[in-house]
């Protein structure tokens, strides 16, 4: 409650209100009286990718971060997780330390599927056994959160680009690491779009069909599977979309980017801790706050150089750590 009462009479004032002041007519100090405390309005927070490459500490320092700016949920676009791996003991290693950190925040995290965490069948199980759904949707305050996974393959197919995956990462860890980008994984549209399959596609828009109303939707993925023009099951999910406003976030390229499309903002997020290429002034670790209103979303990035504590440091220790290789050159 904000109380201005240097002289008013206790009982003259409204007990309970909101705005309380002594000012009966006349000019007053401040601008006008209209809060902005609408019905409704909420605010929620997005993390990118953490994996690819983590740098250790920056995602403690968005999770510190968050908890001072206190969103009422956080979502994710994926790579978790390092994986990459059919070994059950380390993936239960890494998703343990993932939810450890997580576990720090404030507001509950919602886990989104990358490449690094849903890579081959035993990833695919391990995320079932431990978190269920690998796509799902839920809705908050009459607003439609829809979350897909863009590792959505055939049993063989992802049985190819995994062991096509792991075939150039050995050759990348060669003495000649540039060999590795004529190998066969790089060819592979997947590997930057991913896909989207039939059922899930039906799912999606069964649900997109089941809420028709509701004042706006929010798509969460890891890889720009919108970017593919042969990917006919997620243009299905586009064409159920037409009419509506929603927004789009994926991440997995490590480089901030907006684009427009069908009318609507698809964005691509930065990073909250995976690997940076020291070229591009667009690959900086930040974290993403939205505040949904009853006119739309308002979005804005917050670097996480730029956020201080109480104390004017960057929380969890950021001061000695690089939030953006191109100025600090720690990146690849």
Same mark, same amino acid.
């Given at each position: 409650?904000l109380?201005?009462?240097a002289?008013?009479e206790?009982?003259?004032?409204?007990r309970?209100?909101?705005?309380v002041h002594?000012? +009966?007519a006349g000019?007053?100090p401040?601008?006008?009286d209209r809060?902005d405390?609408?019905?409704g309005k909420?605010t929620?927070a &997005?993390f990118?990718d953490l994996n690819g490459g983590?740098r250790p500490?920056?995602f403690d320092?968005?999770?510190?971060?968050?908890a001072l700016?206190?969103?009422e949920?956080?979502?994710?676009?994926?790579d978790?997780?390092d994986?990459g791996?059919?070994?059950r003991?380390?993936?239960?290693?890494?998703w343990d330390d993932f939810?450890?950190?997580?576990?720090k925040s404030?507001?509950?995290v919602?886990h989104?599927? =990358?490449?690094?965490?849903?890579?081959n069948q035993v990833?695919r199980?391990?995320? /079932?056994e431990?978190?269920?759904?690998?796509?799902y949707?839920?809705?908050?305050k009459?607003v439609?959160f829809?979350?897909l +996974? /863009?590792?959505?393959y055939?049993?063989d197919?992802?049985?190819?680009?995994?062991?096509a995956r792991?075939?150039?990462?050995e050759v =990348?860890? =060669?003495?000649?690491?540039e060999?590795?980008?004529?190998?066969?994984?790089y060819?592979?549209p997947e590997r930057i779009?991913g896909?989207?399959?039939?059922?899930?596609s039906?799912?999606?828009?069964?649900?997109l069909?089941?809420?028709?109303?509701v004042?706006?939707?929010?798509l969460?993925m890891?890889?720009?599977?919108?970017l593919? +023009?042969d990917e006919p099951d997620f243009?299905a999910?586009e064409?159920?979309?037409?009419g509506?406003?929603?927004t789009?976030f994926?991440?997995?390229?490590h480089?901030?980017?907006r684009? /427009?499309k069908?009318g609507?903002?698809?964005? /691509?997020?930065?990073?909250?801790?995976?690997?940076?290429?020291r070229?591009?002034?667009?690959a900086?670790?930040?974290?993403?706050l939205v505040?949904?209103?009853?006119?739309?979303?308002? &979005?804005?990035? &917050?670097?996480?150089?730029g956020?201080?504590?109480?104390e004017?440091?960057?929380?969890a220790?950021?001061?000695?750590?690089?939030?953006?290789a191109? &100025?600090?050159?720690?990146g690849?």
């Amino acid at each position: 409650m904000l109380l201005v009462q240097a002289c008013a009479e206790p009982d003259l004032v409204e007990r309970g209100a909101a705005f309380v002041h002594e000012f +009966d007519a006349g000019p007053t100090p401040w601008s006008h009286d209209r809060f902005d405390d609408e019905a409704g309005k909420f605010t929620f927070a &997005i993390f990118s990718d953490l994996n690819g490459g983590e740098r250790p500490g920056v995602f403690d320092v968005a999770v510190a971060e968050l908890a001072l700016l206190r969103p009422e949920l956080i979502m994710s676009v994926g790579d978790l997780i390092d994986g990459g791996t059919e070994d059950r003991a380390q993936l239960a290693r890494e998703w343990d330390d993932f939810d450890a950190r997580a576990s720090k925040s404030i507001a509950p995290v919602f886990h989104v599927g =990358g490449n690094h965490d849903l890579t081959n069948q035993v990833m695919r199980d391990v995320w /079932t056994e431990r978190y269920g759904q690998r796509y799902y949707h839920f809705v908050y305050k009459d607003v439609l959160f829809l979350i897909l +996974d /863009t590792e959505d393959y055939s049993d063989d197919r992802m049985r190819e680009i995994y062991e096509a995956r792991a075939a150039a990462l050995e050759v =990348g860890a =060669g003495p000649d690491p540039e060999a590795a980008l004529a190998m066969e994984y790089y060819r592979m549209p997947e590997r930057i779009t991913g896909e989207v399959g039939s059922e899930q596609s039906e799912y999606v828009r069964a649900v997109l069909a089941t809420y028709p109303d509701v004042r706006w939707t929010f798509l969460f993925m890891h890889k720009p599977v919108w970017l593919r +023009d042969d990917e006919p099951d997620f243009a299905a999910i586009e064409d159920a979309l037409t009419g509506r406003p929603y927004t789009l976030f994926n991440g997995h390229l490590h480089n901030f980017g907006r684009t /427009t499309k069908h009318g609507r903002d698809y964005i /691509t997020l930065g990073t909250t801790g995976g690997s940076q290429n020291r070229n591009s002034e667009d690959a900086f670790d930040h974290v993403t706050l939205v505040t949904v209103a009853e006119d739309g979303p308002t &979005i804005g990035h &917050i670097r996480l150089d730029g956020m201080r504590d109480i104390e004017g440091d960057i929380p969890a220790g950021g001061d000695s750590l690089c939030f953006q290789a191109s &100025i600090c050159g720690r990146g690849r």
